[in-house]
């Protein structure tokens, strides 16, 4: 995190309701000005209910909530600098563009010309100028969104909440609005909290990620750190396709799965420590069975476009997908090569928290050294 103060943090933050589990267990983090984040996990995860809480549609059961370094636990929604677009969108359907976008404005009774001038610059920032005296009903759903995008933005909010805005647009729609949301949080400069389920939508548009699973934050950090190094086979297995077998770290950067041996780039781990691999589809590639590192059978094969989706199994029986613009021959033997750096060696169900503890005491014990 940089040395500016966060916009917005949790401190071991609980949400329960009556006797029911925990929704939220503990939660921390920090949540930097002027970036887009996005809250990833499957249903029933939290995510929702974080953004309930920055909004203040809700008050946390334990912990604390901080904006601007001020505690908000009991800062009602309507005195805090944060606007939520809706996954309906909940727009008025009996009033027009402009009175849609113009609705908070009147109720914090502005000016007649000051709310003209502030919702005309609102609806010129999503592209939507000429539009003012279009009916909700006659707008297209992407248009629909833009409204609700436009009201949010004129009462000029410090952070943007997104409840799944995109989830009822056809994919080609979801793809544009995907852009169209990134540019406008570059372009504002405010802070986007976005909260899907679609980790390819995540990965597109995020600065930042948190991965929820179970009232835990699983992992945060950049797309690619989720991607690339996933902290546990839940991340792994949620983000992107993913190979996971099981293996045992022999010693530093050396790891043995599927029967052999193979050189990879994880250190500070026990020696024979029982571990989990991960290699993308993506990182293997097909070649003979006598330059592969691993020999496999094709099993099926599909053509997805870009690329052929390769089932392919080992002889101890673990299936490795392949993600090749290379045909293979389906009941063929071939190899595998993959380079040290495609293994991923995981700790079973090891934490973000206790992965960040593991690799602080490993560099302090080779700096003693």
């Not at 920090?30 to 996005?38: A, M, P």
């Not at 059978?297 to 997805?304: A, C, I, P, T, Y």
């Not at 995981?346 to 014990?365: C, G, I, S």
Request: net charge negative; hydrophobic share 40%; charged share 25%.
């Amino acid at each position: 995190m940089s040395e500016q103060q966060p916009i917005i943090r949790f401190d071991r933050v609980t949400q329960q309701y009556d006797q029911d589990e925990a929704v939220l267990k503990e939660v921390s983090f920090e949540i930097e000005r002027g970036k887009f984040y996005t809250l990833l996990g499957p249903s029933g995860c939290g995510k929702t209910t974080i953004l309930r809480l920055i909004a203040g549609f809700a008050e946390p059961t334990k912990g604390s909530i901080y904006f601007n370094g001020a505690l908000i636990n009991q800062v009602p929604a309507h005195q805090r600098q944060v606007n939520t677009v809706f996954q309906d969108y909940a727009l008025f359907p009996h009033l027009n563009v402009f009175e849609n976008v113009a609705f908070g404005l009147r109720i914090k009774k502005m000016k007649t010309a000051e709310i003209r001038d502030k919702v005309l610059e609102a609806l010129k920032f999503v592209n939507l100028s000429g539009y003012e005296n279009r009916e909700i009903g006659e707008m297209s759903g992407g248009q629909r969104q833009r409204v609700a995008i436009a009201r949010a933005i004129v009462n000029e909010p410090e952070i943007l909440l997104l409840d799944e805005p995109l989830s009822a647009l056809d994919l080609k729609l979801r793809t544009e609005m995907q852009y169209e949301l990134r540019e406008l949080q570059q372009r504002l400069g405010i802070t986007f909290i976005f909260v899907t389920h679609d980790q390819e939508e995540a990965l597109a548009m995020s600065d930042e990620i948190f991965v929820l699973n179970g009232g835990v934050i699983q992992q945060s950090g950049t797309p690619n750190d989720i991607y690339d190094e996933p902290i546990n086979r839940f991340v792994a297995d949620f983000i992107g396709e993913s190979n996971i077998v099981s293996g045992k770290m022999k010693q530093d950067f050396v790891v043995e799965f599927a029967g052999a041996q193979y050189e990879c780039v994880d250190q500070g781990l026990q020696k024979d420590e029982p571990v989990e691999i991960v290699i993308r589809p993506e990182d293997m590639e097909i070649t003979t069975e006598e330059q592969g590192k691993m020999q496999v059978n094709v099993d099926s094969q599909l053509f997805r476009g870009v690329h052929y989706e390769i089932s392919t199994y080992d002889d101890a029986g673990n299936e490795w997908l392949v993600h090749s613009t290379k045909k293979a021959v389906v009941g063929a033997r071939i190899g595998l090569y993959f380079d040290p750096e495609a293994i991923h060696v995981m700790r079973f169900n090891e934490t973000e928290e206790e992965f960040d503890k593991r690799l602080e005491a490993y560099q302090e014990a080779v700096h003693a050294d």
